[in-house]
């Protein structure tokens, strides 16, 4: 009997980041992860076939939009093939052994610790003390075993590397979701349009630039506006070697090919600089 | 003869920061600097008279916005009164005697980090260790002295702490501005219009949101278009405990009281579920 080979799934962090629950929320439990130190590597894998599809971190409800991810949207040859939203809730993690009244570091992630400032605030012995990764944090202290440390993180990195659980759902607001793409390279072929229970909905991405004259943006969205395109997400983002100049991100209610969807891309085409569509894809409904 | 008393001026970060450089852009030398550890904590000066003015960063041109600011700017009963650009240079430093060849860890902030990635990618010996300021990080080097360790951080930061610069303008792109805003509470009297040689534009910044439904920042906006008035910026912020609902920031170039500014908050107030004005202030040309 030969083993059916799983499909390689890159993402950015250590073994128990949330961004592992999102693979498994997108492509379930048969999928072999590639973690990786940074974003860039997650995309460099996947240009060069090292894996087969990505899963990103886009944006957090509470933190805002993880822009240099959107910068790789754009200098990378990948399409956004699946979006999922994650739940996320931060635990105060530390080697058994190491009560909390011995805490006097916390390390993990910037956004988490920024995402626990009540918590911080309410116990101010705590120094925070930036790492690379939420589950990264997690590893170390359990590596290093400082008796004055713990780390933030999800309740599944203490469970992997065997950390304790010394307080739970440290943020400040529970409605903290980050919501993720799956990403795929823009020549593979396109996957039969996933099954969905009841009417599925899509969303197609896309991004442009225009010139800074007044109006310039204004007159763009009424390609989607004179279309009722319903519009979810608008992001700028300042455009290299252009200061104050800006591309600008845009998700909407469409299937790509839908007749609205298409007229509004021609429209939108005679009047941005730049136009590039970056991937169409069911919504998740839901967070 | 009285010793004129100055104007105490709050900003984010220790001595050497990029944001007294600021300070004296916007202000002169002739103010008490108070270097304050948290973006909050500036805030917080401000809104309790411990300060008289308030300096602090809101975007930078290749990191895009820092969206904490965005949020305070919010939650805090201030006005926006200036903004000045200032170039980020950024200076690889050492404690005198520890040479280039030795170094293994380079502290700074991780926006400083990101922005000299060409470096980093030439010298892969060197971990990149986030701290939680670039002034802050060669005052630590040069505390503690640790003997294979450097911070990146201003050419004032090296000459305040007396550390040596091994390397200069580490920065992956020479077009690295970030964009300050000049803060003093709401309440307080407006100062006279500043005087400035030639013509001076002015701008005023805004935030408001919308319900989600189809084409309502494109109505938002028409506010602005159908007077002829020039976004320069448009930011969107998700809105806390409504996951995926978003604030939007606007900058245009008019004065506030300007009939066709007027005109466009009347007719934005209608559209918005919610609008402020966080102020109108002279642009500063350049950058």
């Known amino acids: 009997m030969t083993k059916k080979k799983l499909e390689r799934v890159g993402f950015q962090g250590e073994l128990g980041a949330f961004s592992q629950e999102a693979v498994r929320q997108l492509l379930g ?44 949207l754009l200098h990378f040859d ?20 190491v009560p909390f009244r011995k805490i006097r570091r916390v390390y993990s992630h910037p956004v988490a610790l920024n995402q626990c400032l009540d918590f911080f605030a309410h116990n101010p012995k705590l120094e925070r003390e930036p790492f690379y990764d939420t589950a990264g944090s997690v590893k170390m202290i359990m590596e290093q075993r400082p008796p004055d440390a713990a780390a933030i993180a999800s309740a599944v990195a203490a469970e992997i590397y065997g950390g304790r659980i010394l307080r739970r759902s440290l ?24 099954r969905h ?12 630039s225009t010139r800074n004259i007044p109006g310039a943006l ?35 209610l469409s299937r790509v090919d839908a007749p609205a969807s298409q007229n509004a891309l021609g429209h939108l085409r005679e009047l941005a ?6 991937g169409c894809y069911p919504m998740e409904r839901g967070a």
Chains 1, 2 share one sequence.
């Open 78 to 97: 990948v399409r956004i093939a699946g979006e999922t939203n994650v739940r996320i809730s931060h635990n105060l993690i530390a080697p058994p052994g």
């Open 29 to 72: 439990a048969s999928v072999e992860v590639v973690p990786c130190q940074r974003f860039e590597d997650v995309f460099v894998k996947l240009a060069k076939k090292n894996v087969a599809a990505a899963v990103i971190p886009i944006e957090n409800s509470l933190a805002g939009s993880v822009h240099e991810n959107y910068d790789h």
């Open 171 to 194: 943020e400040d607001d529970r409605r903290n979701f980050t919501r993720f793409f799956l990403l795929r390279r823009s020549g593979d072929a396109k996957q039969a349009p996933t």
């Open 273 to 278: 600089d730049f136009l590039r569509v970056l």
């Open 218 to 252: 204004f007159r763009c969205l009424s390609a989607f506006a004179l279309r009722d395109l319903n519009l979810t997400k608008i992001e700028s983002r300042p455009l290299r070697g252009k200061p104050w100049e800006y591309l600008f991100y845009v998700d909407y």
């Open 197 to 208: 229970k009841g009417r599925t909905e899509w969303k197609t991405s896309v991004v442009f």
